[in-house]
């Protein structure tokens, strides 16, 4: 009868008589086992097929079980080794399991203490194959790679968070509300050496002055009115992680002060309390603010600002790289079919005319917001115009209704102006860097030169007329 925890198995033993009835117990149980009488054999069938564990006598004719351990270690190293010998003593034991065996048995193997042996690993690999699908939804939810974006400002950032992720490093993030500081902050985190350790975030602008020092230092009981009880503070929550400190332009000077000293000293007492407490906390913070124009009204300390303007990530906004608009559309459009169980095929090409005119003051969080939106509404197969907001097409005069610029005629020749601006505007984005543009649009350099001379662009042609 199978076993909860069957397996493929390779049994090695150059004594038939075992190895056959070591074979047979283990196929009784429900595994796939399989026989090898040498170390060389062994090796043969461990590079035909991934056995999940390897039973293996330690005296085999041609090698001897270490060997095979240690080319199990470096070929096959999601293969438990079980090593068996007549000889058993404690420090040839103690060498096996340093060498990577999954445990060491003596001869003669009481069946029940072998199948132990085996559930064990086969269960300890499951868990392994199981951590590592979640480390890997972990690392799609909030890694770099959740972050769309091909545009050359886009590129320079993801190139700047691996440099700096695994470091200590304080790092602000600027950027406008809805541009993603958060998620770049996350990926940040999930890049670096403290991924397994607590991500953090405190959003600032979202208590009042008097709570905001409490929730992040903490309090004991009786600071205040209301502090009936001790509580721990979220820098010692993130003691080994990462602290993300969202709209820290709010923060008040006294709580300015707090800050400038943990970021120094890497300590702190909590509210009301005289103990002090050392963390090793790694800060990101965001801002959407001036933070220089803030130092120079003096809203912000300016040794403060010092302390965290060390590593500069500018999250640009949506209107920026209009040329991620069709990536993140498509992203996004993938997320809620998936959500609402709908099978739209994509968006029409004046409804993406229009996405790619508006100004997107609300940057990608309204963006978002418009696909789902759309994605609710639509009753064809692709997003229409019809389907966005109405906010989409009173930009101002220059960006009229998609349906008034046509103007009667075809939509090809309505679309071409401002794909031409479209191109300059990268052109301008990447330095007139050809390749760096036709990277930034999404396109082959060819397909750039031939659309360059089809629309007459070029640097003097642009700036004559400029």
Known sequence: MATATSGSLLVVDDDRHIQNAMADYLRSLGHRTETASTCTDAIER?????FE???????????????????????APETSVILLTGFGTIESAVEAIRMGAFDYLTKPVIDEELNLSIERAISQRQL??????????????????NIVGKDYKMLRMFELMESVADTRTTVLILGESGTGKTVTARAIHHLSNRADKPFVEVACGALP?????????????????????????????ADGGTLFLDEVATASPQLQVKLLRVLQDREFEPVGGNETHKVDVRLVLATNVDLEEAVRRGDFREDLFYRINVITLTQPSLRERIGDIPLLVDHYLKQFNHQTGREILGVDDMAMHAM?????????????????????????????AADLPEKLFKEDEHRASVEAQLGGASLKKALSSPERQLIIQALESNGWNRQNTARALGINRTTLYKKMKKYNIDFETVYKHA
């Not at 293996?56 to 470096?74: A, I, M, T």
């Not at 508006?358 to 692709?382: D, F, H, Q, S, T």
Request: net charge negative.
């Open 53 to 75: 564990v390897v039973v293996c006598d330690v005296n085999l004719p041609d090698k001897d079980g270490f060997e095979l351990l240690q080319w199990s270690r470096e070929n």
């Open 356 to 384: 790619q005119q508006y100004a997107w003051p609300g940057n990608v969080r309204e963006l978002v917001n418009v696909i789902e939106r759309a994605v609710v509404l639509c009753k064809g197969e692709r997003i229409a």
């Open 128 to 145: 392994m194959q199981e951590n590592a699908q979640l480390k890997a939804q972990l690392s799609d939810k909030h890694g770099i790679s």
């Open 46 to 50: 461990m590079e035909e097929f991934p």
């Open 209 to 237: 002055e008097t709570l905001l020092e409490s929730e992040l230092f903490g309090h004991v009981s009786g600071a205040f009115t209301g502090a009936t009880h001790d509580k721990v503070g979220k820098f010692l929550q």
